[in-house]
């Protein structure tokens, strides 16, 4: 019998601790280094992971092999990188210290260029680009939810190639491609909506459902787009419809949106992004590395971007706000 290969999740939050999850509750070995408050409601209440599908897994605090640093003499097949991209140089450093020369490490982070910052600083370890199409909350103490649909992307790699099979019989496949930039833009592109739905205060869902927001969301898309095929870098399509066609969907009056765009809205009522969980805890967000991506972009080509500089100027006006003690 094969041993039970062994992954480290590094950034033990919604994406590390759902996708660490379901790899371990599908028998694979999983160590998960977090912040010390996550790991002790970690274990306090164990690990749940439930899906729109209707998953519901539980892990057992004494299950669990939680760490506050990279643990030593640690020999992970694959880490999983599930920090913000903020964290990314100084995580990439620490596994670098604690692990063995050539370790993969795939980075299931939102943005374009983690791999290349922790290349830089972390030079010793097997840098891998992936993505997550779907949104992953944390619903309830140690519970984390898939809210909505889509499958997991990576680079094309032998050490990937080795490990698909067990996020295929961990429910949540791995799809490789022999170049994962292209569904990085495109990500990026649906990432535009994070600071709109972050200001929304509103579920990802109900913002959708709400015409005012989705206006907001394809000005930034449209901008963006039009930098990107300027660039000559065509985004990968991530929904069933081409990027044009998708902008004008999200023009319509609503009652016609979702009548057409009934797929885009199957996502769970609670669902919300990343960015909005950042600023409603008043921490950084990742406005830098999505709609700030837009504006380097542009000042690159010699052109301007000014719905994403100004979306970037909101966004960081509210996160660098002092917040005020009652
Ligand atoms: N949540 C989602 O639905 C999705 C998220 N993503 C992307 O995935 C990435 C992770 O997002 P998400 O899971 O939401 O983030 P979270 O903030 O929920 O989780 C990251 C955790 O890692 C911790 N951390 C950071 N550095 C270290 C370190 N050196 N050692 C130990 N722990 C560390 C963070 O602590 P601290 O806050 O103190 O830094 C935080 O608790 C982001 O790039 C995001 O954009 C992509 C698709 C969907
Ligand atoms: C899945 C998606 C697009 C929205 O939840 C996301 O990437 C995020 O929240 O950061």
């Given at each position: 019998m094969k041993p039970a290969p062994r992954f480290l999740v590094m950034g033990a939050g919604s994406v590390g601790c759902y996708l660490g999850g379901c790899l371990q509750h599908a028998g694979a070995q999983v160590d998960f280094v977090g912040r010390p408050l996550v790991l002790q409601t970690l274990r306090t209440h164990g690990l749940r992971l439930s899906d729109r599908d209707g998953r519901n897994q539980f892990l057992a605090p004494a299950q669990l092999r939680l760490?506050?640093?990279?643990?030593?003499?640690c020999h992970p097949d694959l880490v999983l990188l599930c920090v913000k991209s903020r964290a990314t140089e100084a995580a990439a450093q620490e596994l670098e210290r604690h692990l063995a020369a050539g370790t993969p490490v795939l980075s299931l982070q939102n943005g374009l260029h983690n791999v290349t910052l922790a290349q830089a600083v972390a030079p010793g370890l097997n840098w891998l680009a992936g993505m997550v199409p779907f949104n992953i909350a944390e619903?309830?103490?140690?519970c984390f939810h898939r809210g909505s649909d889509g499958q997991l992307a990576a680079e094309e790699h032998a050490p990937l190639a080795r490990s698909a099979d067990w996020f295929a019989q961990a429910g949540v496949p791995l799809a490789l491609h022999a170049d994962l930039k292209p569904i990085q833009r495109g990500k990026l592109l649906l990432n535009l909506n994070n600071p709109v739905n972050a200001l929304s205060g509103l579920p990802l869902r109900a913002q959708l459902l709400d015409a005012g927001y989705r206006q907001q969301f394809a000005g930034l898309m449209r901008e963006a787009l039009a930098l990107m095929r300027l660039d000559g870098a065509e985004p990968a399509a991530?929904?069933?419809?081409p990027w044009n066609l998708l902008i004008r969907i999200l023009c319509l009056p609503t009652p016609l949106f979702r009548l057409i765009a009934a797929r885009l809205l199957?996502?769970?009522?609670?669902a919300r992004s990343s960015m909005a969980d950042d600023l409603a805890a008043g921490r950084p967000t990742e406005i830098d590395v999505l709609c700030g991506e837009i504006v380097r972009l542009a000042e690159r080509l010699g052109r301007r971007a000014p719905l994403n500089e100004a979306m970037v100027a909101r966004i960081q006006t509210l996160s660098t706000r002092p917040t005020t003690t009652p």
């Amino acid at each position: 019998m094969k041993p039970a290969p062994r992954f480290l999740v590094m950034g033990a939050g919604s994406v590390g601790c759902y996708l660490g999850g379901c790899l371990q509750h599908a028998g694979a070995q999983v160590d998960f280094v977090g912040r010390p408050l996550v790991l002790q409601t970690l274990r306090t209440h164990g690990l749940r992971l439930s899906d729109r599908d209707g998953r519901n897994q539980f892990l057992a605090p004494a299950q669990l092999r939680l760490h506050e640093q990279v643990p030593t003499a640690c020999h992970p097949d694959l880490v999983l990188l599930c920090v913000k991209s903020r964290a990314t140089e100084a995580a990439a450093q620490e596994l670098e210290r604690h692990l063995a020369a050539g370790t993969p490490v795939l980075s299931l982070q939102n943005g374009l260029h983690n791999v290349t910052l922790a290349q830089a600083v972390a030079p010793g370890l097997n840098w891998l680009a992936g993505m997550v199409p779907f949104n992953i909350a944390e619903i309830g103490p140690g519970c984390f939810h898939r809210g909505s649909d889509g499958q997991l992307a990576a680079e094309e790699h032998a050490p990937l190639a080795r490990s698909a099979d067990w996020f295929a019989q961990a429910g949540v496949p791995l799809a490789l491609h022999a170049d994962l930039k292209p569904i990085q833009r495109g990500k990026l592109l649906l990432n535009l909506n994070n600071p709109v739905n972050a200001l929304s205060g509103l579920p990802l869902r109900a913002q959708l459902l709400d015409a005012g927001y989705r206006q907001q969301f394809a000005g930034l898309m449209r901008e963006a787009l039009a930098l990107m095929r300027l660039d000559g870098a065509e985004p990968a399509a991530l929904t069933p419809l081409p990027w044009n066609l998708l902008i004008r969907i999200l023009c319509l009056p609503t009652p016609l949106f979702r009548l057409i765009a009934a797929r885009l809205l199957r996502i769970d009522p609670q669902a919300r992004s990343s960015m909005a969980d950042d600023l409603a805890a008043g921490r950084p967000t990742e406005i830098d590395v999505l709609c700030g991506e837009i504006v380097r972009l542009a000042e690159r080509l010699g052109r301007r971007a000014p719905l994403n500089e100004a979306m970037v100027a909101r966004i960081q006006t509210l996160s660098t706000r002092p917040t005020t003690t009652p």
